[in-house]
């Protein structure tokens, strides 16, 4: 089963440099609603047979033209919803610089809790725990492995995607998820296997349509098992 995590696209608050949050109406920029459209080409033939989506406007506008495009309809989830940041909502980053807790998000973000909002440990124990329940869920339906796109935030992605490497949410502000980026992960009956981070470019690798064939000789589950010495392609 692979997820492709979605970053929206550019939105207005990107633009004015402020800490969208879950602000209501906060809408993609016309660069935003370009990179949305552009999502379907990127995506090209590869068989996305699902969009699971945050609640927010601004990842609704992201996967519109790709939903058209397929003929699915969107599932919202909230576990994949913007950080609840509390007090911090619709602040300048500018001004956030000088709050004491900027440090800790920056240097021990598994202690940060935002005034009134949640803590990034929450955060990535429901993104998580969402992306691993829809991985189930589509598994169980198709009977099958199945590529489906997971539309959401710069952080919770960011969060997701430590979990699948085994890092620790201390070591999350290493990984970069920019607006309208793909990042992959296969789930696999043993382990993540983490395929692409912050891609942008104008198209995903073909290899994500191959299906690993399980290893005749020694019986186990090769899309399990990782290559010694690395990749044969």
Known sequence: MTVILLRHGRS?????????GRSEGVDLDDKGR????????????LPVK???RSPLLRCERTVEPLATALGLEP?????????DYGQWTGRKIEELFKEPLWAVVQQQPS????????GLARVQARAVEAVREHDRRLAAEYETDVLWVACTHG?????????????????????????ASMSVIR???????????????????AALLAKPEPNA???SDAGSDAVIGGSTD
């Not at 599932?75 to 950080?83: K, N, W």
């Not at 997701?160 to 502000?173: N, R, S």
């Not at 983490?194 to 690798?205: F, K, P, Q, S, Y």
């Open 75 to 83: 599932v919202v989830e909230e576990r994949l919803s913007e950080v």
């Open 155 to 179: 952080d919770v992605i960011k969060a997701v995607l430590a979990d699948a490497l085994g890092t620790h949410l201390d070591g999350f502000q290493r990984i970069t998820a920019d607006p």
């Open 34 to 45: 370009e990179q949305a459209e552009g999502v379907v080409e990127r995506i090209g033939s």
């Open 217 to 219: 000789e020694t019986g």
């Open 12 to 20: 207005t608050s990107n633009t004015a440099h402020t800490l969208a």
């Open 50 to 52: 699902a969009i699971v």
């Open 187 to 205: 789930y696999t009956t043993l382990r993540p296997f983490v395929m692409h981070v912050n891609h942008t470019g104008a198209a995903l690798t």
């Open 111 to 118: 202690a940060a809790v935002f005034p009134d909002g949640e």
